[in-house]
C-alpha cells in the first residue's frame, strides 16, 4: 500500500467491474447499517447521547494538553509504562524495543487501526518479528497479504469462497467447505495454539480514562482479553485522541460505540485495564503522528473526535460501491477521507473528491463530527496548495468569468450550450464520462430564458 | 527535546482554546422501563441464555443436567466447591486451557444490553471467563440496572486491576456477516438470574 | 409578495418546462413572481469541487440580481443549500444576508411560507420520489432516516394533495443517486452504480415516473433510464404540482 497508489476513482472502476460482487458488498453493508438503525431508533435518547458524545470529546480536544498528562500520571502511579512517539515511525521502535528486550520474535495482536497506519506488521517483519492478528477478519486478510478493507469488518471484501480457499492453503482445511462455521472453528483452534505460546501481546485503545489511568478494549471475539491476559507483556498502542475526561463518561461511549458500528447493544466484552496482572509488564505508547497538528487546524479538528466505529462507511454509498481499499488509506471511507489529506495532502488528495457531499455518513456519526463538510472544506484546501490538475483550474477558472458576467453567459447560453461545453459535470474528462453510460439530456428548442422573454414581450404588446 | 514534550508543546499550541464545560450526564439514562424483562430480551437476542433461579442448588441442578459432559469446571464460588475446582486462582493461567465451563458471579448486570460486569476480585484470574468453552455468570435480580449510565454510577471510584463487562457469548460475524458463536472465548453463556 | 425566480442554469437550458411550471404555479397561488433576466449560475458547480475562491464573481452577480425581492424561490435543493451557506458580497453583505436569510427551495416555500393547504392539481400515475441529499440533509425537507425522529417530509406532504397519484414507499428512503455534481464524471463508475441501484428500486415498486426537487439528480436519472430503454420517465415536482 505504501507505493503504486492508484486513485479512488481508477480503484473504484475497477471494483465495479464484477456487478455480482459489487451489489452483494452493497446490500451487505446496507443490512449492517440497517441493524445500525433498528438500534439507534430503540433508544429514545439516541440524538441526545450523541450530542453529549460530542460535547465531552470537544471538551477533550480543548483540555487534551492536561488531560494527558493527567492520564499519564495515573497510568504511571497504576503501574504501567507509557511512551510516547512522535509519529509511525517512532511508535514501531518502541514497540520493537519492547519485544526485543524480552528476547522473543513472536508476537499476537488483536485489532489496532493505529498500527495499520503506522505500518507495524511491515516494520517487525523486516526486523524478523512475526506477528499473528488475532481478530479473525484481520486474520483472514493478513494470510492473504492484503491489508483490512473496513476498520470494523476488515475482510468484509470477501466471500466465504475467498476465505475457504485461503484457510485451504494455509490452514489445511477442506477444500471447497465454505462454511462459516466450519471456517471459523478452524481459525479458533490454530489462533489459540498462537494465544497460548506467545509472550508478548499487542492491543489497541478504544477509550483511556485521564481521571483513573485505565484505558479500554472492545472486542466480540475475546481475542484481545485472550492475548493480553496470557502474555507476560502487553502493549496497548493509542492514537492520543483517544482520552475521555472520566470513567462515568464511558457509559455514554459505550452505549454508542457498538450500536453505531453493528446495531449491537454493546460489544460482548467492553474490558477495562487498570493495572497490569501480578508479574505481567504493560505498556501503553501514546501516538501523534499528524494527530496535533489536525488538532491545529480549526476547520478539520473535530475528525480527531472520532470513535473508529465505521458507521459513516456502512451508510456511505460510495464506499459500498467502491471498497475499502480503492481509498489506499488505513482508514477508509467518509471518515478516512477527511483523515487522510491530513496525513499526506498529495497523496490522499483525490479522498476527499470520492464523495457525492450525500452527508449521510454526519448523521450516523455518533461524535457528531461534520464529516461531509469538512470534505467539501478539505476540497477548498487541496486546491489552493494546488493538488488539483492545471486543466481542472483553467477550466474553472474559465466557467467562473463566463457565469459572473451575465452578457457574456447569454451569447455562451443559448438552450443547451453553455451547460453542455462547460458545466463540470459534463466536460472535465476527455472521454466525456458521462456519455460512457448516460444519456445526454436532449437540448430544447428554446431555454426558459428564452420562452420567459418572449412571453414577457408578448404581454407589453398586448397592452 | 523528548517526543514526550514535543508532542504536548505542540498540543498545547494547537488546542481549541474556547471554555467549554462537559455535559451534564444526569439527564441520561432516566427512560423506565421493566429492567428483568429487558434483561432478558436483550440476552436472547445476542445469543446468551437466561435461566431464572431462586437459589445455588437450582444453579447446581441445572448445570448438571446441561452440562453433563463438561470435564473440567472451576469457580471463583465457595458455594460451588463441590461441583467445580476452585483451587487454581494462582496457577499458570495458561494451564487453564482446558475448562469446559467457568462459573462466576457478576457485580451487577445492564438492562439495556444485558452485560454484566466482572472484575478481578471475582474473576480468580483475567483469563478466566475467556479461555473457557462455556461461560455460566450468576447474578442478582435486585443488581440488574436499567442503563450504562447507572452501571457507571455504580462502579463509582471502585478500585480494581482489570474489569470488563461480558454481553452474551463470543462472537464473530467476519465471514460474509454470517454470525458464529465461539469466535475465541466462550462458545456460550448462561445467566442465571437469582431471586 | 414580491418573489424572484431562481431557476438553475441547467434547468434553464435543458428542462425549460420546469422553470414553467414553477412559475406558473407560484403565480396561480397569488404570488407576484418575476425571473431577473442577467441571473446566471450560483456558483456551485465551482464551489463543490473545490474552487469556492472563483465564485466571487457569480456571487456579486446574484446579488444584483436577487436583492430587490421578498423571497427567492428556486425549483432546486441543491442550488439554493449554496446559496444559504454560501452567498456573501464585498460590496454589500447587508443584501446577501437577506437573501441567504430569504432563499427558499420550492417545496419548503409552498408549505413554510405560503402553508399552503390545497393544490388542484390531477395526475393519475405511480409516482416514486427521489430525496435529493442536499435538499433533504442540507435544508431538511424530509425526515432523515439515520435520525431518531419524527418523520415529515414537505414535498411528499404537497404530493398527498394531488389527485390520482399513488406515491410508493421506497426500500432505501433516502440514499444518494450518485449525481454529485462533478462526482458524476470524475467517479463515473461509482457515479453510474448508484443511480442504477436507485433506479431498480423504483422499477421493483412499479413506478411509471421518479420525480424529486432537483433536476440534476433527475438528469443523472434520466441518463441512465433513456440509456437502458426503461419506460419509466422522470418528472420534476413542480410539474406534479403544476398538473392540471
Not at chain 1, 117 to 131: R, W
Request: net charge neutral; glycine share 6%; with cysteine.
Amino acid at each position: 500500500m505504501k507505493e503504486n497508489t492508484i486513485d479512488h476513482s481508477h480503484a473504484a472502476s475497477k471494483f465495479n467491474k464484477d456487478v455480482e460482487r459489487v451489489n452483494w458488498h452493497d446490500e451487505t453493508l446496507w443490512f449492517v447499517r440497517s441493524k445500525r438503525d433498528k438500534a439507534a431508533h430503540n433508544i429514545p435518547e439516541w440524538e441526545t447521547l450523541r450530542e453529549t458524545a460530542s460535547n465531552i470529546k470537544f471538551n477533550v480536544l480543548s483540555n487534551m494538553h492536561h488531560y494527558l498528562q493527567e492520564f499519564e500520571a495515573k497510568a504511571k502511579e497504576n503501574g504501567i509504562i507509557v511512551h510516547w512517539a512522535a509519529d509511525g515511525d517512532e511508535h514501531n521502535k518502541i514497540v520493537h524495543s519492547i519485544i526485543a528486550k524480552h528476547g522473543v520474535t513472536q508476537m499476537v495482536k488483536s485489532k489496532s487501526m493505529l498500527t495499520e497506519e503506522c505500518h507495524l506488521n511491515e516494520y517487525l517483519a523486516d526486523n524478523g518479528i512475526e506477528v499473528i492478528d488475532s481478530d479473525l477478519g484481520e486474520f483472514i486478510v493478513q494470510l492473504r497479504k492484503e491489508p483490512p478493507s473496513h476498520i470494523v469488518l476488515p475482510a468484509i471484501h470477501l466471500k466465504k469462497e475467498d476465505v475457504s480457499n485461503t484457510f485451504n492453503e494455509h490452514l489445511g482445511t477442506e477444500k471447497g467447505n465454505n462454511d462459516p462455521q466450519y471456517l471459523t472453528e478452524a481459525a479458533r483452534k490454530e489462533l489459540r495454539d498462537t494465544f497460548l505460546t506467545r509472550k508478548v501481546a499487542l492491543t489497541g485503545v478504544n477509550f483511556a480514562v485521564a481521571e483513573t489511568g485505565e484505558f479500554v478494549v472492545c472486542t466480540n471475539e475475546g481475542n484481545a482479553d485472550m492475548g493480553a491476559h496470557l502474555a507476560d507483556v502487553h502493549i496497548a498502542c493509542m492514537g492520543f485522541e483517544k482520552l475521555v475526561p472520566e470513567r462515568k463518561h464511558l457509559g455514554v461511549f459505550l452505549r454508542l460505540l457498538a450500536r453505531s458500528a453493528t446495531g449491537q447493544p454493546i460489544t460482548t466484552f467492553s474490558s477495562h485495564f487498570k493495572k497490569p496482572r501480578e508479574g505481567q509488564e504493560m505498556h501503553i505508547v501514546i501516538v501523534d503522528n499528524g494527530r496535533s497538528t489536525q488538532l491545529g487546524r480549526e476547520e478539520f479538528r473535530n475528525s480527531l473526535k472520532c470513535i473508529r466505529c465505521g458507521a459513516c462507511m456502512n451508510t456511505c454509498p460510495v464506499y459500498r460501491r467502491s471498497g475499502g481499499h480503492s481509498y489506499h488509506n488505513a482508514v477508509a471511507g467518509p471518515i478516512g477521507s477527511i483523515l487522510a489529506p491530513n496525513l499526506d495532502m498529495k497523496k490522499n488528495a483525490d479522498l476527499p473528491f470520492a464523495s457525492t457531499l450525500c452527508g449521510s455518513c454526519s448523521n450516523v456519526c455518533p461524535v457528531k463530527i461534520d464529516i461531509h463538510d469538512q470534505l467539501y472544506k478539505w476540497r477548498q484546501v487541496l486546491v489552493k496548495e494546488g493538488y488539483t490538475p492545471t486543466s481542472k483550474t483553467v477550466a474553472m477558472k474559465g466557467m467562473s468569468a463566463v457565469l459572473a458576467n451575465p452578457t457574456v453567459f447569454k451569447i455562451a447560453g443559448k438552450a443547451g450550450r453553455f451547460v453542455v461545453k462547460n458545466m463540470p459535470f459534463m466536460v472535465n474528462n476527455s472521454m466525456n464520462a458521462w456519455y460512457k453510460q448516460r444519456e445526454m439530456p436532449a437540448a430544447p428548442e428554446e431555454s426558459f430564458r428564452e420562452w420567459y422573454a418572449k412571453k414577457q414581450k408578448e404581454a407589453k404588446d398586448k397592452k | 527535546m523528548s517526543s514526550r514534550d514535543s508532542i504536548l508543546n505542540k498540543i498545547k499550541n494547537n488546542q481549541p482554546t474556547e471554555e467549554n464545560q462537559l455535559p451534564n450526564l444526569s439527564v441520561l439514562g432516566l427512560e423506565k422501563f421493566d429492567v428483568i424483562e429487558t434483561y432478558k430480551t436483550v440476552l436472547k437476542g445476542i445469543g446468551g441464555f437466561c435461566e431464572e433461579v431462586n437459589n445455588i442448588e437450582e444453579v447446581k441442578a441445572y448445570i448438571a443436567t446441561h452440562y453433563p459432559t463438561a470435564k473440567r469446571k472451576i469457580t471463583t464460588l465457595p458455594e460451588l466447591a463441590d461441583i467445580a475446582e476452585t483451587d487454581w486462582t494462582t496457577v499458570d493461567p495458561h494451564t487453564l486451557e482446558d475448562v469446559d465451563l467457568n462459573i462466576v458471579k457478576a457485580h451487577f448486570g445492564v438492562a439495556e444490553n444485558s452485560a454484566l460486569w466482572v472484575t478481578d476480585a471475582i474473576l480468580g484470574q483475567r483469563v478466566s471467563t475467556f479461555i473457557t468453552q462455556y461461560l455460566a455468570i450468576i447474578v442478582n435480580k435486585k443488581d440488574i440496572l436499567p442503563t450504562m449510565q447507572q452501571a457507571y454510577e455504580r462502579i463509582g471510584n471502585l478500585d480494581y486491576g482489570f474489569g470488563t463487562f461480558i454481553a452474551g457469548p463470543s462472537k464473530t460475524a467476519d465471514i460474509e456477516q454470517s454470525l458464529v458463536l465461539g469466535a475465541h472465548g466462550a462458545r456460550g453463556l448462561t445467566v442465571f438470574l437469582m431471586g | 409578495m414580491k418573489v424572484g425566480l431562481f431557476i438553475p442554469c441547467y434547468v434553464d437550458q435543458f428542462y425549460p418546462q420546469v422553470g414553467i411550471a414553477t412559475l406558473e404555479l407560484l403565480q396561480k397561488l397569488g404570488c407576484e413572481v418575476s425571473f431577473p433576466m442577467d441571473q446566471t449560475c450560483c456558483g456551485q458547480p465551482m464551489a463543490n469541487s473545490g474552487y469556492a475562491h472563483l465564485t466571487g464573481g457569480c456571487d456579486s452577480n446574484f446579488v444584483a440580481n436577487f436583492s430587490e425581492f421578498d423571497y427567492i424561490v428556486c425549483p432546486s435543493g441543491s442550488c439554493t443549500m449554496h446559496v444559504k451557506e454560501h452567498l456573501h458580497s464585498k460590496e454589500n453583505e447587508a443584501a446577501a444576508t437577506h437573501i441567504r436569510k430569504n432563499v427558499y427551495e420550492l417545496t419548503e416555500f409552498l408549505t413554510d411560507v405560503l402553508k399552503v393547504e390545497s393544490i388542484e392539481g390531477h395526475f393519475p400515475h405511480r409516482v416514486g420520489m427521489h430525496q435529493s441529499c442536499h435538499g433533504q440533509r442540507g435544508l431538511k425537507l424530509s425526515q432523515m432516516s439515520e435520525l431518531n425522529a419524527a418523520p415529515f417530509s414537505k414535498p411528499e406532504q404537497l404530493l398527498s394533495k394531488i389527485n390520482g397519484l399513488d406515491l410508493v414507499s421506497l426500500t432505501r428512503k433516502d440514499e444518494c443517486c450518485g449525481f454529485g455534481g462533478t462526482f458524476c464524471v470524475t467517479e463515473e463508475a461509482v457515479s453510474v452504480k448508484m443511480g442504477q441501484d436507485r433506479i431498480k428500486d423504483h422499477e421493483s415498486h412499479q413506478v411509471e415516473y421518479i420525480t424529486g426537487f432537483d433536476m440534476s439528480c433527475l438528469m443523472h436519472l434520466e441518463g441512465i433510464l433513456k440509456r437502458q430503454k426503461s419506460n419509466i420517465k422522470v418528472i420534476h415536482i413542480a410539474e406534479i404540482l403544476n398538473s392540471k
